[in-house]
Protein backbone atom coordinates (compact mmCIF):
# COMPACT_ATOMS: atom_id res chain seq x y z
CA UNK A 1 0.00 0.00 0.00
CA UNK A 2 2.68 2.09 1.02
CA UNK A 3 4.36 1.20 -1.97
CA UNK A 4 1.16 2.14 -4.44
CA UNK A 5 1.07 5.84 -2.67
CA UNK A 6 4.32 6.74 -3.24
CA UNK A 7 3.88 6.08 -7.03
CA UNK A 8 0.54 8.17 -6.88
CA UNK A 9 2.70 11.16 -5.55
CA UNK A 10 5.54 10.54 -8.10
CA UNK A 11 2.31 10.83 -10.97
CA UNK A 12 0.44 13.79 -9.17
CA UNK A 13 4.00 15.58 -9.29
CA UNK A 14 4.67 14.98 -12.99
CA UNK A 15 1.86 15.80 -14.09
CA UNK A 16 1.68 18.72 -12.43
CA UNK A 17 5.04 19.79 -13.59
CA UNK A 18 3.95 19.26 -17.34
CA UNK A 19 0.94 21.77 -17.01
CA UNK A 20 3.25 24.10 -15.15
CA UNK A 21 5.66 23.70 -17.89
CA UNK A 22 3.23 23.43 -20.62
CA UNK A 23 1.40 26.92 -19.09
CA UNK A 24 -1.92 25.08 -19.81
CA UNK A 25 -2.59 24.83 -15.56
CA UNK A 26 -5.66 26.33 -14.46
CA UNK A 27 -6.00 29.66 -13.58
CA UNK A 28 -9.13 31.56 -11.87
CA UNK A 29 -11.47 33.27 -14.11
CA UNK A 30 -11.56 37.83 -13.74
CA UNK A 31 -14.53 39.24 -14.54
CA UNK A 32 -14.09 43.13 -15.48
CA UNK A 33 -14.37 45.56 -13.00
CA UNK A 34 -17.35 47.27 -14.80
CA UNK A 35 -20.00 45.37 -16.47
CA UNK A 36 -21.02 48.17 -18.71
CA UNK A 37 -18.44 49.03 -20.74
CA UNK A 38 -17.20 53.19 -20.10
CA UNK A 39 -19.53 56.15 -21.94
CA UNK A 40 -18.05 58.16 -24.14
CA UNK A 41 -20.64 60.56 -24.13
CA UNK A 42 -21.33 61.05 -28.65
CA UNK A 43 -18.09 58.52 -29.10
CA UNK A 44 -15.63 58.76 -31.56
CA UNK A 45 -16.38 61.10 -35.09
CA UNK A 46 -15.65 60.02 -38.44
CA UNK A 47 -15.64 61.66 -41.68
CA UNK A 48 -17.22 58.19 -43.34
CA UNK A 49 -19.66 59.62 -45.32
CA UNK A 50 -22.82 57.67 -43.75
CA UNK A 51 -24.02 56.48 -40.50
CA UNK A 52 -23.65 53.21 -41.21
CA UNK A 53 -19.82 53.66 -41.80
CA UNK A 54 -19.49 55.71 -39.00
CA UNK A 55 -20.60 53.14 -36.50
CA UNK A 56 -18.26 50.32 -38.32
CA UNK A 57 -14.89 52.81 -37.68
CA UNK A 58 -16.47 53.65 -34.07
CA UNK A 59 -16.34 49.79 -33.88
CA UNK A 60 -12.85 49.10 -34.59
CA UNK A 61 -10.54 50.20 -32.19
CA UNK A 62 -7.73 47.64 -32.28
CA UNK A 63 -4.69 49.29 -30.56
CA UNK A 64 -3.77 51.27 -27.44
CA UNK A 65 -0.82 53.40 -26.31
CA UNK A 66 -0.65 54.98 -23.27
CA UNK A 67 1.90 57.35 -22.20
CA UNK A 68 3.28 57.92 -18.52
CA UNK A 69 0.23 59.72 -15.76
CA UNK A 70 0.09 63.66 -16.39
CA UNK A 71 -1.26 64.92 -13.24
CA UNK A 72 -4.55 62.52 -12.14
CA UNK A 73 -4.84 61.20 -16.24
CA UNK A 74 -3.14 59.28 -18.57
CA UNK A 75 -3.48 59.83 -22.27
CA UNK A 76 -3.21 57.19 -24.58
CA UNK A 77 -3.44 56.57 -28.60
CA UNK A 78 -5.97 54.78 -30.02
CA UNK A 79 -5.76 53.21 -33.54
CA UNK A 80 -8.65 51.37 -35.79
CA UNK A 81 -8.51 48.98 -38.25
CA UNK A 82 -10.81 50.72 -40.50
CA UNK A 83 -10.41 54.35 -42.19
CA UNK A 84 -7.14 56.14 -42.26
CA UNK A 85 -6.84 58.25 -39.00
CA UNK A 86 -6.25 57.47 -34.99
CA UNK A 87 -7.11 58.93 -31.98
CA UNK A 88 -6.53 60.31 -28.13
CA UNK A 89 -8.54 59.58 -25.01
CA UNK A 90 -7.83 60.80 -21.48
CA UNK A 91 -8.09 58.02 -19.15
CA UNK A 92 -9.26 58.93 -15.66
CA UNK A 93 -9.48 56.10 -12.95
CA UNK A 94 -13.05 55.24 -13.83
CA UNK A 95 -13.40 57.17 -17.02
CA UNK A 96 -12.32 58.82 -20.05
CA UNK A 97 -12.97 61.19 -22.56
CA UNK A 98 -12.56 61.61 -26.29
CA UNK A 99 -10.27 64.02 -27.04
CA UNK A 100 -10.93 65.71 -30.37
CA UNK A 101 -7.30 65.74 -32.20
CA UNK A 102 -7.22 63.86 -35.55
CA UNK A 103 -4.29 61.79 -36.18
CA UNK A 104 -3.93 60.84 -40.09
CA UNK A 105 -1.43 57.85 -40.37
CA UNK A 106 -0.85 57.34 -43.65
CA UNK A 107 -2.26 60.01 -45.97
CA UNK A 108 -5.30 58.58 -47.10
CA UNK A 109 -4.01 54.52 -47.40
CA UNK A 110 -6.36 52.68 -45.02
CA UNK A 111 -3.21 51.15 -43.12
CA UNK A 112 -5.33 48.72 -41.33
CA UNK A 113 -4.25 49.26 -38.08
CA UNK A 114 -3.85 46.80 -35.77
CA UNK A 115 -1.04 47.43 -32.56
CA UNK A 116 0.03 50.76 -31.20
CA UNK A 117 3.11 51.75 -28.68
CA UNK A 118 4.65 54.23 -27.18
CA UNK A 119 8.07 54.54 -25.93
CA UNK A 120 9.69 57.74 -24.64
CA UNK A 121 10.44 59.39 -27.81
CA UNK A 122 7.43 58.23 -30.22
CA UNK A 123 4.32 56.88 -30.76
CA UNK A 124 4.24 53.61 -32.98
CA UNK A 125 1.40 52.17 -35.31
CA UNK A 126 1.30 49.22 -37.42
CA UNK A 127 -0.62 47.87 -40.25
CA UNK A 128 -1.41 43.80 -40.35
CA UNK A 129 0.63 42.74 -42.92
CA UNK A 130 -2.22 40.46 -43.95
CA UNK A 131 -4.12 39.85 -47.14
CA UNK A 132 -7.34 41.47 -47.75
CA UNK A 133 -9.50 38.07 -46.17
CA UNK A 134 -12.60 37.79 -48.98
CA UNK A 135 -10.57 37.35 -51.87
CA UNK A 136 -6.51 36.87 -50.43
CA UNK A 137 -5.82 39.77 -52.74
CA UNK A 138 -2.53 41.39 -51.77
CA UNK A 139 -2.95 44.81 -49.15
CA UNK A 140 -0.13 46.84 -50.05
CA UNK A 141 -1.20 49.13 -47.56
CA UNK A 142 -1.21 47.24 -44.69
CA UNK A 143 2.53 46.54 -44.85
CA UNK A 144 3.42 49.36 -43.18
CA UNK A 145 4.68 50.54 -39.26
CA UNK A 146 4.02 54.46 -38.43
CA UNK A 147 5.84 56.20 -36.08
CA UNK A 148 5.50 60.13 -34.71
CA UNK A 149 6.96 62.00 -32.07
CA UNK A 150 5.01 62.92 -29.00
CA UNK A 151 4.90 66.08 -26.69
CA UNK A 152 5.75 65.44 -23.62
CA UNK A 153 3.64 68.35 -22.34
CA UNK A 154 0.30 66.88 -23.04
CA UNK A 155 1.52 63.18 -24.13
CA UNK A 156 -0.30 63.50 -27.73
CA UNK A 157 1.24 64.27 -31.17
CA UNK A 158 3.87 66.34 -31.76
CA UNK A 159 3.09 69.03 -34.00
CA UNK A 160 5.16 71.43 -36.24
CA UNK A 161 4.39 74.91 -37.00
CA UNK A 162 2.32 73.51 -40.25
CA UNK A 163 0.90 71.36 -37.86
CA UNK A 164 2.20 67.91 -39.40
CA UNK A 165 3.12 65.53 -37.46
CA UNK A 166 6.69 65.61 -35.96
CA UNK A 167 9.14 63.14 -36.57
CA UNK A 168 6.54 60.99 -38.85
CA UNK A 169 7.92 58.20 -40.80
CA UNK A 170 6.67 55.24 -42.54
CA UNK A 171 8.28 51.73 -42.72
CA UNK A 172 7.72 48.97 -45.17
CA UNK A 173 11.31 47.18 -44.13
CA UNK A 174 8.82 44.47 -42.20
CA UNK A 175 7.15 42.73 -44.86
CA UNK A 176 10.92 41.50 -46.88
CA UNK A 177 12.31 40.39 -43.31
CA UNK A 178 9.12 37.88 -43.06
CA UNK A 179 9.65 37.16 -46.65
CA UNK A 180 13.26 35.58 -45.46
CA UNK A 181 12.53 34.38 -42.45
CA UNK A 182 11.72 30.67 -42.23
CA UNK A 183 8.93 30.91 -39.79
CA UNK A 184 7.10 33.51 -41.80
CA UNK A 185 8.35 32.85 -45.65
CA UNK A 186 5.65 30.15 -46.13
CA UNK A 187 2.62 32.44 -44.94
CA UNK A 188 3.32 35.41 -47.24
CA UNK A 189 2.39 34.55 -50.63
CA UNK A 190 -1.18 34.03 -52.37
CA UNK A 191 -1.65 30.47 -51.97
CA UNK A 192 -1.10 30.52 -48.04
CA UNK A 193 -3.72 32.56 -47.48
CA UNK A 194 -5.98 29.96 -50.20
CA UNK A 195 -4.98 26.99 -47.84
CA UNK A 196 -6.57 28.79 -44.95
CA UNK A 197 -8.61 25.76 -43.20
CA UNK A 198 -11.23 25.92 -40.36
CA UNK A 199 -8.58 25.09 -38.55
CA UNK A 200 -5.97 27.78 -38.68
CA UNK A 201 -5.56 30.92 -41.33
CA UNK A 202 -2.52 30.39 -43.58
CA UNK A 203 -1.22 33.88 -44.02
CA UNK A 204 0.40 36.31 -41.77
CA UNK A 205 -1.88 38.73 -39.96
CA UNK A 206 -0.28 40.73 -37.11
CA UNK A 207 -2.28 41.84 -33.68
CA UNK A 208 0.11 43.20 -31.53
CA UNK A 209 2.79 45.45 -31.07
CA UNK A 210 4.75 46.78 -28.07
CA UNK A 211 7.90 48.57 -27.60
CA UNK A 212 11.18 47.96 -24.92
CA UNK A 213 14.85 48.68 -24.46
CA UNK A 214 14.84 50.03 -28.24
CA UNK A 215 13.68 46.87 -29.57
CA UNK A 216 9.63 46.75 -31.25
CA UNK A 217 7.80 43.24 -30.87
CA UNK A 218 5.01 42.62 -33.09
CA UNK A 219 2.43 39.97 -32.10
CA UNK A 220 0.84 37.47 -34.47
CA UNK A 221 -2.75 36.19 -34.58
CA UNK A 222 -1.52 33.95 -37.54
CA UNK A 223 0.59 31.60 -38.22
CA UNK A 224 -0.67 30.15 -34.96
CA UNK A 225 0.04 26.46 -34.33
CA UNK A 226 0.96 23.43 -32.17
CA UNK A 227 -0.32 25.91 -29.43
CA UNK A 228 2.45 28.23 -29.47
CA UNK A 229 1.92 31.98 -31.39
CA UNK A 230 4.91 34.25 -32.84
CA UNK A 231 6.48 37.21 -31.62
CA UNK A 232 9.08 38.94 -33.76
CA UNK A 233 11.32 41.73 -32.39
CA UNK A 234 13.74 44.29 -34.39
CA UNK A 235 16.00 47.26 -33.70
CA UNK A 236 13.20 50.16 -33.98
CA UNK A 237 15.40 52.92 -35.80
CA UNK A 238 17.15 50.52 -37.72
CA UNK A 239 13.30 49.63 -39.04
CA UNK A 240 12.75 53.53 -39.95
CA UNK A 241 16.54 53.54 -41.39
CA UNK A 242 18.98 51.60 -42.97
CA UNK A 243 20.81 49.88 -40.36
CA UNK A 244 20.51 45.74 -39.06
CA UNK A 245 17.06 44.99 -38.18
CA UNK A 246 18.59 42.30 -35.90
CA UNK A 247 15.70 39.96 -35.83
CA UNK A 248 14.40 37.67 -33.22
CA UNK A 249 11.67 35.57 -33.40
CA UNK A 250 9.83 33.69 -30.30
CA UNK A 251 7.26 31.12 -29.60
CA UNK A 252 4.83 31.85 -27.02
CA UNK A 253 2.41 28.70 -25.41
CA UNK A 254 -0.67 30.57 -25.55
CA UNK A 255 -2.82 27.39 -26.05
CA UNK A 256 -4.87 25.97 -28.52
CA UNK A 257 -6.63 27.63 -31.14
CA UNK A 258 -5.16 31.09 -30.05
CA UNK A 259 -2.95 33.74 -30.92
CA UNK A 260 -1.66 37.26 -29.68
CA UNK A 261 -3.75 39.90 -29.93
CA UNK A 262 -1.59 42.55 -27.78
CA UNK A 263 1.34 42.94 -26.12
CA UNK A 264 2.62 45.68 -23.12
CA UNK A 265 6.02 46.12 -21.69
CA UNK A 266 5.88 45.98 -18.34
CA UNK A 267 8.75 45.60 -15.43
CA UNK A 268 9.14 41.77 -15.62
CA UNK A 269 8.51 41.12 -19.65
CA UNK A 270 5.46 41.41 -21.48
CA UNK A 271 2.05 41.48 -20.52
CA UNK A 272 0.42 39.08 -23.59
CA UNK A 273 -3.22 38.90 -24.63
CA UNK A 274 -4.07 36.19 -26.55
CA UNK A 275 -7.32 35.14 -27.68
CA UNK A 276 -8.43 33.37 -30.42
CA UNK A 277 -6.48 32.75 -33.80
CA UNK A 278 -7.74 33.34 -37.13
CA UNK A 279 -9.04 29.97 -37.95
CA UNK A 280 -12.82 29.80 -37.96
CA UNK A 281 -13.09 26.96 -35.71
CA UNK A 282 -11.56 28.50 -33.09
CA UNK A 283 -13.99 31.68 -32.83
CA UNK A 284 -15.22 30.47 -29.87
CA UNK A 285 -11.43 30.15 -27.89
CA UNK A 286 -11.47 32.73 -24.70
CA UNK A 287 -9.22 35.46 -23.85
CA UNK A 288 -6.56 34.65 -21.88
CA UNK A 289 -3.98 37.14 -19.98
CA UNK A 290 -0.32 36.08 -19.14
CA UNK A 291 3.42 37.31 -18.30
CA UNK A 292 6.12 36.29 -20.72
CA UNK A 293 9.65 36.36 -20.00
CA UNK A 294 11.01 38.34 -22.93
CA UNK A 295 14.85 37.71 -22.01
CA UNK A 296 14.37 34.16 -22.96
CA UNK A 297 14.19 33.79 -26.52
CA UNK A 298 13.60 30.44 -28.27
CA UNK A 299 11.03 29.12 -25.80
CA UNK A 300 9.34 31.95 -24.05
CA UNK A 301 8.37 31.23 -20.61
CA UNK A 302 4.82 32.06 -20.54
CA UNK A 303 2.25 31.71 -17.29
CA UNK A 304 -0.58 32.35 -17.62
CA UNK A 305 -2.23 35.21 -15.07
CA UNK A 306 -6.10 34.69 -15.70
CA UNK A 307 -9.02 33.93 -18.17
CA UNK A 308 -11.18 36.81 -18.87
CA UNK A 309 -14.39 36.06 -18.07
CA UNK A 310 -16.91 38.17 -20.13
CA UNK A 311 -20.12 36.48 -19.27
CA UNK A 312 -22.09 39.70 -17.53
CA UNK A 313 -21.04 42.19 -19.87
CA UNK A 314 -23.95 44.34 -21.27
CA UNK A 315 -24.22 45.10 -25.32
CA UNK A 316 -25.50 48.89 -25.44
CA UNK A 317 -27.17 49.83 -28.68
CA UNK A 318 -24.22 50.37 -31.10
CA UNK A 319 -22.28 47.51 -30.06
CA UNK A 320 -21.97 44.72 -32.14
CA UNK A 321 -20.03 42.07 -30.82
CA UNK A 322 -16.85 41.60 -27.91
CA UNK A 323 -13.59 40.87 -29.43
CA UNK A 324 -10.56 42.12 -27.17
CA UNK A 325 -8.24 43.99 -29.14
CA UNK A 326 -5.83 46.57 -26.95
CA UNK A 327 -4.19 45.89 -23.70
CA UNK A 328 -3.06 49.16 -21.60
CA UNK A 329 -1.77 48.72 -17.93
CA UNK A 330 -3.07 50.96 -15.99
CA UNK A 331 -1.15 50.22 -12.69
CA UNK A 332 1.92 47.72 -11.64
CA UNK A 333 1.59 46.82 -8.26
CA UNK A 334 3.03 44.03 -6.31
CA UNK A 335 0.06 42.11 -6.22
CA UNK A 336 -1.61 43.12 -9.16
CA UNK A 337 -1.89 44.23 -12.55
CA UNK A 338 -4.95 46.39 -13.33
CA UNK A 339 -5.52 46.70 -17.05
CA UNK A 340 -7.60 48.28 -19.87
CA UNK A 341 -9.25 46.51 -22.92
CA UNK A 342 -10.81 47.74 -25.51
CA UNK A 343 -12.57 45.56 -28.12
CA UNK A 344 -13.13 45.62 -31.77
CA UNK A 345 -16.75 45.14 -32.71
CA UNK A 346 -18.55 47.64 -29.77
CA UNK A 347 -18.41 51.52 -30.37
CA UNK A 348 -15.68 53.46 -29.12
CA UNK A 349 -13.53 50.77 -27.83
CA UNK A 350 -16.09 49.69 -24.89
CA UNK A 351 -13.57 49.80 -22.76
CA UNK A 352 -13.30 47.54 -19.83
CA UNK A 353 -10.68 47.23 -16.66
CA UNK A 354 -9.50 44.08 -14.99
CA UNK A 355 -7.59 43.57 -12.22
CA UNK A 356 -4.80 40.98 -12.74
CA UNK A 357 -3.71 38.69 -9.96
CA UNK A 358 0.44 38.66 -10.65
Not at 193 to 208: A, L
Not at 264 to 289: I, K, M, S
Request: proline fraction near 3%; charge should be neutral.
Amino acid sequence: MRRNAKLWVVIFLLVSHSLFASGAGAVDAVAPENDEPWDAGAGFSFDAGTKKKEDKARRSASGVACRGTIEDRRVCLVAFDEGVEARFIVVRRDAYEIDKDRVTLANGRELDAEGAAADRKYYYVTGSHSRKRRNCEENRDSRQVIRFAFDPLTGKASRTSSGALDGYAASDRLWPLLESLPEFREHVDKQACERSGSKEKGDVDIEGLAVADGRLYFGFRSPAKDRKAYVLSVTANALFGNGALEPAVTKIEVGEGRGVRDLQAVEDGFLVLAGPDDGTDNAGRGWVVGLWDRKKSEAAEFRKLARLDLTKVKLRECDKEIKLEALAVLEDDKDHYRILILSDGMCDGGPLTFRIPR
